[in-house]
C-alpha cells in the first residue's frame, strides 16, 4: 500500500519522511505501515484513491486497452 500510494501520488516522500494531505504519518516505511494499521479509516481511503487511479488509467500508469478480439494474421509465403 504504502509504495503503490508514493508511485500514484497519494503519499508524498520526502527524504524518510511519508505524508499524506500535508500531515507527516511516519519517518521509515515500517512506521507508515503501523500508522496505516492504527488509522484504518485513512488507510482504506487511500487504497480506495489507488483503486481508482489504477482502474481509470489501468496499471502503471498506462493507458487500459480493451479486450479485444485479435485480427486474423496473413502470412505471406
Given amino acids: 500500500l ?3 500510494a508514493v508511485q500514484q501520488d497519494i503519499v ?5 519522511w511519508y505524508s499524506y494531505q500535508g500531515n ?3 519517518q521509515g516505511k515500517n512506521n507508515v505501515i503501523r ?7 485513512i488507510a482504506e481511503e487511500i487504497e480506495r ?5 489504477l482502474l ?3 496499471t502503471n500508469g498506462a ?4 479486450d479485444e478480439e485479435e ?3 496473413l502470412l505471406e509465403s
Fill in 2 to 4: 504504502v509504495d503503490l
Fill in 12 to 16: 508524498q516522500k520526502a527524504g524518510a
Fill in 24 to 26: 507527516k504519518i511516519g
Fill in 35 to 41: 500508522y496505516f494499521e492504527e488509522n484504518t479509516q
Fill in 49 to 53: 484513491n489507488i483503486r481508482e487511479q
Fill in 56 to 58: 481509470t488509467t489501468g
Fill in 63 to 66: 493507458v487500459q486497452i480493451e
Fill in 71 to 73: 485480427p486474423d494474421l
